[in-house]
């Protein structure tokens, strides 16, 4: 199985702060690579598949990079709605499998 | 608007059956697979299960918690994925999402949710 080491668990960010959450997979999976938001008690939204492209409607300040083994997930200057947990996924192989998740929290 | 409509979870008794349905609307089911998902209270998103369209064999793949007591499958003709879940766990209790997931023809994977229905296992 494919592990997806997600970093980090947990932060703390200001309203306009540039934030990166990492991604590390075990082995190469391409591009097949999705970043979630969730929020509390809501149904988790795509913002980033294919590693780096971003879902219609999904604000520019959010952006995905990275192949084969490294990924991020950028939000360039956060805003009160962005303060969410964030996931991501990995397609390329079965299982399909998550990181354990980066819950963003206000500072 | 694409919608996917989950139901048929509720209280079960461990060793039981259950079997979830996924009905949707809004795009063409057929082209696409999809996927069941859960999530355990308090815990992370799992991916569950994955059925093919047709046109890639209607074949299905399963995560280990679940294989051999999971089956997945599909009906196009009234665009409903279903989740049969026999020999159920405590530890399969969460929220059940169902996803569309058209990887291989397209770009629609995992981009439209259902609102989930909560599954409890317990005596």
């Known amino acids: 199985d494919i592990q997806m080491t997600q970093s980090p668990s947990a932060m703390s960010a200001s309203v306009g702060d540039r934030v990166t959450i990492t991604c590390r997979a075990s082995q190469g999976i391409n591009n097949h690579l999705v970043w979630f938001q969730q929020k509390p008690g809501k149904v988790p939204e795509r913002l980033i598949y294919a590693a780096s492209s971003l879902q219609s409607g999904v604000p520019s300040r959010f952006s995905g990079s990275g192949s084969g083994t490294e990924f991020t997930l950028t939000i360039s200057s956060l805003q009160p709605e962005d303060f969410a947990t964030y996931y991501c996924?990995?397609?390329?192989?079965?299982?399909?499998?998550f990181g354990q998740g980066t819950r963003l929290e206000i500072k | 608007e694409v919608q996917l409509v989950e139901s048929g979870g509720g209280l079960v008794q461990p060793g039981r059956s259950l079997r979830l349905s996924c009905t949707t609307s809004g795009f063409t089911f057929g082209d696409n697979g999809m996927s069941w998902f859960r999530q355990a209270p308090g815990k992370g998103l799992e991916w569950v299960s994955f059925?093919?369209?047709?046109?890639?064999?209607?074949?299905?793949n399963y995560a280990a918690s679940v294989s051999g007591r999971f089956i997945i499958s599909r009906d196009d003709s009234k665009s409903i994925a279903y989740l049969q879940m026999n020999s159920l766990k405590t530890e399969d209790t969460a929220v059940y999402y169902c996803?569309?997931?058209?990887?291989?023809?397209?770009?629609?994977?995992?981009?439209?949710w259902g609102q989930g229905t909560l599954v409890t296992v317990s005596s």
């Open positions: 996803s569309r997931d058209g990887r291989g023809s397209n770009i629609n994977y995992f981009d439209s």
């Open positions: 996924l990995q397609h390329n192989s079965y299982p399909i499998t």
């Open positions: 059925i093919r369209n047709k046109a890639y064999g209607g074949t299905a």
